[in-house]
């Protein structure tokens, strides 16, 4: 069967009006995946259905959904297999994955849950109970997504990408820049002492008594690399250094 043949059998939703997201559903029992289509879409959610594994793997690669709904029972990739290449993936890993599954069996969920799946619903279930899964785990994602952006002026942080960019432009820092500029994000606006940032960045024990030169100089670093943003980052004479979220530069 040649790959246009194949890709076929793969159902996109038009564009329909919705602010409740877009769910792509990997499920090879045409029933039940019409089913879950009809109440997803009364809900205001879009959806396309593959009807196998491989399918379900190009469709989210093209399509970046904001939540799967994977049966593990499918042809050609098993759900547990679409899960693990799924969560292995960067561009992928982030997207939250329940599972459809008729097994009941304890392991089953487990091995899923280990693979990175978020949730599982066992068959038969209720059209409501998927919707309220599907919103919880959206809930999450955008709580997870909140902690994991930090913005503050022209200063946009991504910590789980280590990316830092000022007014659009990727500012490069070493892995102890970036861990400094973490914790002192942290830190809430808190005066943090030498002995505190080397604990926190380097893992020394204050009772050693280390030379904090060191502190002072990945400052000096992390604020010219900051540029129009490195008066955030003051100095507490005697006592150590913050970051100002609040403050506003010249």
């Not at 793969?10 to 879950?36: F, H, M, Q, S, W």
């Not at 392991?107 to 209720?126: H, I, N, Q, R």
């Not at 129009?228 to 003051?234: I, K, L, N, P």
Request: proline fraction near 3%.
């Amino acid at each position: 069967m040649s790959t246009e043949r194949r890709m076929s059998t793969a159902t996109r939703e038009p564009n329909v009006p919705t602010d409740k997201g877009y769910v792509v559903l990997i499920e090879d029992e045409k029933n039940i995946a019409a089913l879950v289509r009809y109440n997803l879409r009364k809900e205001g959610f879009r959806v396309s259905i593959a009807g196998d594994g491989e399918e379900g793997l190009q469709l989210i690669e093209r399509e970046r959904p904001d939540v799967v709904l994977l049966d593990l029972l499918l042809p050609r990739v098993d759900g547990l297999e679409v899960c693990r290449r799924l969560k292995q993936r960067e561009q992928t890993r982030s997207i939250p994955v329940i599972m459809l599954t008729a097994k009941a069996g304890e392991a089953d969920k487990v091995t899923g849950l280990e693979l990175g799946a978020d949730d599982y619903v066992t068959k038969p279930f209720s059209p409501r109970e998927l919707v309220a899964r599907i919103r919880a785990v959206l809930r999450r994602r955008l709580a997870t997504a909140a902690v994991l952006q930090f913005r503050c002026g022209s200063l946009d942080v991504d910590w789980e990408r280590h990316q830092v960019r000022v007014k659009g432009a990727m500012v490069k820092l070493t892995a102890k820049e970036f861990k400094l500029l973490k914790v002192l994000v942290e830190g809430g606006g808190r005066v943090l002492s030498r002995d505190t940032l080397l604990e926190r960045v380097w893992g020394y024990d204050p009772a050693l008594e280390i030379e904090t030169r060191t502190v002072d100089f990945h400052i000096g670093r992390l604020r010219r690399k900051l540029k129009s943003e490195a008066h955030r980052v003051t100095t507490v004479a005697g006592s150590g250094y913050q970051f100002e979220a609040g403050s506003e530069g010249s």
